[in-house]
């Protein structure tokens, strides 16, 4: 006897929904009445982030919303007033504003006029009106916020930090990339330095610094003493972060992820601090540090070496160093050593023998590996993406090697799984500069961004 789809129960056609994106969760509840109260219960939009244009009234849009269970929400563009969002939102856990350039502190002071507990979530990045007034408000009446994003909100000081330090002590996850007027002030305000003040947001767990130019070793020493309990710390393009610095960190038994990427003063020397401290980090990214050496990758194997994603992009590495660091590297998942023109076939042979578990290389403008070098490489067994920007060589070169690579990478893997494996190949030629029958090939499906993407099938 054979059972008919509209014979399932209301649970069991809510659970098959919710795994259908937004769009399909729309058009199902559009086929039938017993499909549209199936798809309208709570369970199949648990998670969903509501994308709204709010550009004239609509009475039932709120509404609709809340029955559906929705309580994160991203204002794509905000051409009426704040308020007409909280006020229907009564419950929102999740508000993204990034991008919205028309918000001012006028704005958001009419909207929050008194606490809403239930929000946990705000995205203020790039809404560049916003000004240390506007944190005045968040901090008095959004005490429940545990992620705060203000990446390229440049009007803020060290004052809008103190008032972040004095009323969200349950903030979890902080972003202030770019904002230019930050100093070392204003990061002792959050680790908790002027306790007279404020607090401090002393459970933070995610503190991104990305770009905040004025910023000195002394920021650092403030995170270590107040913020012990962070576990990401993002440092990249902070020029004034030297070698000493990192001997603050070094004992942040917490840390797990730092990105010190483009912080031009950090040398050999301050990798040694970090790996001679009791850190325990599984991401580290030094990339564009010009004075990190071999010998930095020496140090890293004696005391980092528990890394599972290092990324060395541009730094005066060389095969010697690969040679001194894979030995003892064997968790690896993720090695970026893009730009690392020194790095030659030996070191891809190092690689390729010790690191077992990598599972990510990025080999771009690495302008001295040969076909043979990416030969070995493909031979890892658990490798899903190889970025490669194969320079100085004609197209036809490249598509022979492209053709050569292909078949022994599935010959290779017994255990891949069809279409797991995945090569990024930004390769610099459109697809009509291909012959007619390497454009009918599988291998290739090139765009108009000059990137080809090669499965193993």
Known sequence: METHISCLFPELLAMIFGYLDVRDKGRAAQVCTAWRDAAYHKSVWRGVEAKLHLRRANPSLFPSLQARGIRRVQILSLRRSLSYVIQGMANIESLNLSGCYNLTDNGLGHAFVQEIGSLRALNLSLCKQITDSSLGRIAQYL?????????????????????????????????????????????????????????????????????????????????????????????????????AGLLHLSHMGSLRSLNLRSCDNISDTGIMHLAMGSLRLSGLDVSFCDKVGDQSLAYIAQGLDGLKSLSLCSCHISDDGINRMVRQMHGLRTLNIGQCVRITDKGLELIAEHLSQLTGIDLYGCTRITKRGLERITQLPCLKVLNLGLWQMTDSEKVRILLALSQPATESRPFCSPGRIRYRLHLGFMEGDLPEEERRCWLFSTTNQKKTEVYCL
């Open 143 to 243: 005490k429940g916020l545990e992620v705060l994003e203000l990446g390229g909100c440049s009007n803020i000081t060290n004052t809008g930090l103190l008032l972040i330090a004095w009323g969200l002590q349950r903030l979890k996850s902080l972003n202030l990339r770019s904002c230019r007027h930050l100093s070392d002030v204003g990061i002792g305000h959050l680790a908790g330095m002027t306790r007279s003040a404020a607090e401090g947001c002393l459970g933070l767990e995610q503190l991104t610094l990305q770009d905040c130019q004025k910023l000195t070793d002394l920021s650092l020493k403030h995170i270590s003493r107040g913020l012990t309990g962070l576990r990401l710390l993002n440092l990249s393009f902070c020029g004034g972060i030297s070698d």
